[in-house]
C-alpha cells in the first residue's frame, strides 16, 4: 500500500465525517512528517465524532483501544486510524490513562506527547492547526514536551524513549527543559514493561541514526536504567557510539545490538537479550556474532574449514559488518575484514558445505556401537574435508580408520577411547 493511497484514504474518512457533520483532521505524526517533507507511515485521523458514530458511518470498522476511543477503519484498501479528540484523566500505572474524557481539538493537541507531534492537519482547507507551537519546534529541530515535561514523564515514563527516539531520527536535540526531566525521571523507565523498551530500542538502534541514539539513550541517563548490567563508563559508551556509526545504515536489530552489547561475553549478552524479550533467532544471533567476533579478528589464522562453516551461516554478512566496524573503531587498519572477505571469496559455492564423504552407516559397517564417538569421528572427518586434505571418499575412509586406530579400542562389544572415557 502506498503513501499515496494511504493519504487519499485517510481523506476519504475525512471527507465522509465532515459530510455528516463532524470534525475531521489528519493529527500526529503524518503532520509532522508532512512537514518535514518525509513520507508519513501512516495517516491519522483525529475527529469529535465519539467511536459509536465513527462506528455507524463505515461499513467496515473494528474498535481497537474502545477505552482510548480509536476505530480501525478499513476503507480504499487501507487501514485509517480514527480517534475521537480525548484528554487524558490521571496515570496511575505510568503508561496508561485511568480514564479518558471525550474533548475539543485543542484539548486533544494537549495531550499528546511532543509539539512536533502534536499538530492537525485540515485536509479541507490545507491549513495546518497549531495549537502548542509545533512548527516553531520543528523549525529549530527541537523535540520539546508538551506542558510541563516533568509531569508528561511522571504521566507516561515511556514518553523518555520516545523523546530519544524522535530526536536521533530526526537529527533534532531534546530541548533542554525536556532533556532534564528525563534525567530526573529516567530510573522511572524500569517500570515499564521490557517488551515496550525493547520495542523502542529496536527503532532505535535500527535507524541509520543509531550512533546518535546511542548517545542520547546515554546522555539522558536512560541507557543505565534500560541496559544495567554493567556500569557504562563514558568510554565504554563511546567505543560503542563509534562502531554503531560504522554500521551500514540498514543494519538489523541482531547487528546493532551486537555492537551495543560487544563488552559482554557470549553468554551475559545472550542473557540480556532473553531479559530484553528478543526473539529465539536474535538472542541466537548476538551470541554468535559477539562469539565469532575474536576469532575473525585474527581471519589469516584461521583454518580453512573455519572460515567455510561461518561462511554458511546466514549471519556472515552481519559479522563481517561487525568485523568492519570493530576494525576501524579499534586499528587503523580493517586489514581483519579484507582478509577475511578476501579467504571467502576464494571459496567456491559449491565446496563451502559440501556434502560428506562419509557418514553414521559407514561407522555402522564397522561394528562401532552408538556413542558420542560417532559424532567425534564424523566432524573431525568434515573438518578434514573442508580443509581440503582428503581428496575423495577412499581417503576420508582412510582416515576413519586411523581417527579409530588412534582414539580407541573395541572392548567387549563397547568402544573405549584411549583416555579412557566412553
Ligand atoms: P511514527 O512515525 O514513529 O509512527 P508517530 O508520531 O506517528 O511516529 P505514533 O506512536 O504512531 O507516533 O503515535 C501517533 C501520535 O499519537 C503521536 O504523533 C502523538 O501525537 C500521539 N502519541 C503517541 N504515543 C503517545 C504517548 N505515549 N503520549 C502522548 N501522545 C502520544
Ligand atoms: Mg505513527
Given at each position: 500500500?502506498?503513501?499515496?493511497?494511504?493519504?487519499r484514504?485517510?481523506?476519504?474518512?475525512?471527507?465522509?465525517?465532515?459530510?455528516?457533520?463532524?470534525?475531521?483532521?489528519?493529527?500526529?505524526?503524518?503532520?509532522?512528517?508532512?512537514?518535514?517533507?518525509?513520507?508519513?507511515?501512516?495517516?491519522?485521523?483525529?475527529?469529535?465524532a465519539?467511536?459509536?458514530?465513527?462506528?455507524s458511518?463505515?461499513?467496515?470498522?473494528?474498535?481497537v483501544?474502545?477505552?482510548?476511543?480509536?476505530?480501525?477503519?478499513?476503507?480504499?484498501?487501507?487501514?485509517i486510524?480514527?480517534?475521537?479528540?480525548?484528554?487524558?484523566?490521571?496515570?496511575?500505572?505510568?503508561?496508561?490513562?485511568d480514564?479518558?474524557?471525550?474533548?475539543?481539538?485543542?484539548?486533544?493537541?494537549?495531550?499528546?506527547?511532543f509539539?512536533?507531534?502534536?499538530?492537525?492537519?485540515?485536509?479541507?482547507?490545507?491549513?495546518?492547526?497549531?495549537?502548542?507551537?509545533?512548527?516553531a519546534?520543528?523549525?529549530?529541530?527541537l523535540?520539546?514536551?508538551?506542558?510541563?515535561?516533568?509531569?508528561?514523564?511522571?504521566?507516561?515514563?515511556?514518553?523518555?524513549?520516545?523523546?530519544?527516539?524522535?530526536?536521533?531520527?530526526?537529527?533534532?536535540?531534546?530541548?533542554?527543559?525536556?532533556?532534564?526531566?528525563?534525567?530526573?525521571?529516567?530510573?522511572?523507565?524500569?517500570?515499564?514493561?521490557?517488551?515496550?523498551?525493547?520495542?523502542?530500542?529496536?527503532?532505535?538502534?535500527?535507524?541509520p541514526?543509531?550512533?546518535?541514539?546511542?548517545?542520547?539513550?546515554?546522555?539522558?541517563?536512560?541507557?543505565?536504567?534500560?541496559?544495567?548490567?554493567?556500569?557504562?563508563?563514558?568510554?565504554?559508551?563511546a567505543?560503542?557510539?563509534?562502531?554503531?556509526?560504522?554500521?551500514?545504515?540498514?543494519?538489523?536489530?541482531?547487528?546493532?545490538?551486537?555492537?551495543?552489547?560487544?563488552?559482554?561475553?557470549?553468554?551475559?549478552?545472550?542473557?540480556?537479550?532473553?531479559?530484553?524479550?528478543?526473539?529465539?533467532?536474535?538472542?541466537?544471533g548476538?551470541?554468535?556474532l559477539?562469539?565469532?567476533?575474536?576469532?575473525?579478528?585474527?581471519?589469516?589464522?584461521?583454518?580453512?574449514?573455519d572460515?567455510?562453516?561461518?561462511?554458511?551461516?546466514?549471519?556472515?554478512?552481519?559479522?563481517?559488518?561487525?568485523?568492519?566496524?570493530?576494525c576501524?573503531?579499534?586499528?587503523?587498519?580493517v586489514?581483519?575484514?579484507?582478509?577475511?572477505?578476501?579467504?571467502?571469496?576464494?571459496?567456491?559455492?559449491?565446496?563451502?558445505?559440501?556434502?560428506?564423504?562419509?557418514?553414521?552407516?559407514?561407522?555402522?559397517?564397522?561394528?562401532?556401537?552408538?556413542?558420542?564417538?560417532?559424532?567425534?569421528?564424523?566432524?573431525?572427518?568434515?573438518?578434514?574435508?573442508?580443509?581440503?586434505e582428503?581428496?575423495?571418499?577412499?581417503?576420508?575412509?582412510?582416515?576413519?580408520?586411523?581417527?579409530?586406530?588412534?582414539?580407541?579400542?573395541?572392548e567387549?562389544?563397547?568402544?573405549?577411547?584411549?583416555?579412557?572415557?566412553?
Open positions: 500500500m502506498s503513501s499515496q493511497s494511504a493519504r484514504a485517510a481523506e476519504k474518512v475525512s471527507e465522509i465525517l465532515r459530510q455528516n457533520g463532524f470534525q475531521a483532521l489528519l493529527a500526529g505524526g503524518c503532520v509532522r512528517d508532512l512537514l518535514l517533507e518525509v513520507e508519513p507511515k501512516d495517516y491519522d485521523v483525529a475527529t469529535n465519539t467511536p459509536d458514530q465513527v462506528v458511518l463505515f461499513h467496515r470498522t473494528e474498535k483501544g474502545a477505552q482510548f476511543g480509536v476505530v480501525l477503519v478499513r476503507i480504499k484498501g487501507c487501514m486510524e480514527v480517534a475521537t479528540f480525548r484528554s487524558d484523566g490521571d496515570y496511575s500505572d505510568g503508561r496508561h490513562p480514564s479518558i474524557r471525550f474533548v475539543s481539538a485543542e484539548e486533544d493537541a494537549r495531550r499528546r506527547d509539539t512536533i507531534n502534536g499538530m492537525f492537519f485540515d485536509p479541507q482547507s490545507g491549513r495546518i492547526i497549531d495549537y502548542v507551537g509545533g512548527q519546534d520543528l523549525r529549530a529541530k523535540v520539546r514536551a508538551i506542558g510541563e515535561p516533568a509531569r508528561r514523564f511522571a504521566e507516561d515514563h515511556l514518553r523518555m524513549l520516545r523523546a530519544v527516539r524522535f530526536a536521533a531520527g530526526l537529527s533534532f536535540e531534546i530541548e533542554p527543559e525536556t532533556l532534564d526531566a528525563i534525567r530526573f525521571h529516567a530510573a522511572r523507565i524500569r517500570a515499564i514493561s521490557v517488551e515496550r523498551i525493547q520495542q523502542e530500542l529496536a527503532r532505535i538502534l535500527t535507524s541514526t543509531r550512533r546518535r541514539g546511542w548517545e542520547l539513550l546515554a546522555d539522558s541517563g536512560l541507557l543505565a536504567q534500560v541496559l544495567p548490567e554493567t556500569a557504562w563508563s563514558a568510554a565504554d559508551v567505543d560503542v557510539a563509534e562502531r554503531l556509526g560504522y554500521l551500514p545504515p540498514e543494519a538489523d536489530f541482531m547487528l546493532a545490538t551486537a555492537v551495543a552489547l560487544g563488552r559482554f561475553a557470549p553468554q551475559p549478552a545472550g542473557r540480556i537479550c532473553r531479559r530484553l524479550r528478543c526473539s529465539n533467532e536474535q538472542e541466537r548476538v551470541v554468535w559477539i562469539e565469532n567476533l575474536p576469532r575473525v579478528l585474527e581471519a589469516d589464522r584461521l583454518e580453512l574449514a572460515v567455510k562453516f561461518l561462511l554458511a551461516d546466514s549471519r556472515f554478512e552481519r559479522l563481517g559488518c561487525l568485523l568492519e566496524a570493530e576501524r573503531g579499534r586499528f587503523d587498519t586489514l581483519p575484514h579484507d582478509t577475511l572477505l578476501s579467504r571467502a571469496s576464494r571459496i567456491p559455492p559449491e565446496q563451502v558445505a559440501p556434502p560428506p564423504l562419509v557418514g553414521g552407516e559407514d561407522l555402522q559397517t564397522l561394528h562401532l556401537p552408538a556413542g558420542p564417538i560417532y559424532k567425534q569421528i564424523l566432524d573431525a572427518v568434515y573438518r578434514a574435508q573442508l580443509n581440503e582428503l581428496p575423495d571418499r577412499e581417503a576420508a575412509l582412510r582416515l576413519v580408520h586411523h581417527l579409530l586406530e588412534h582414539t580407541g579400542r573395541m567387549n562389544g563397547k568402544w573405549k577411547m584411549e583416555n579412557g572415557k566412553c
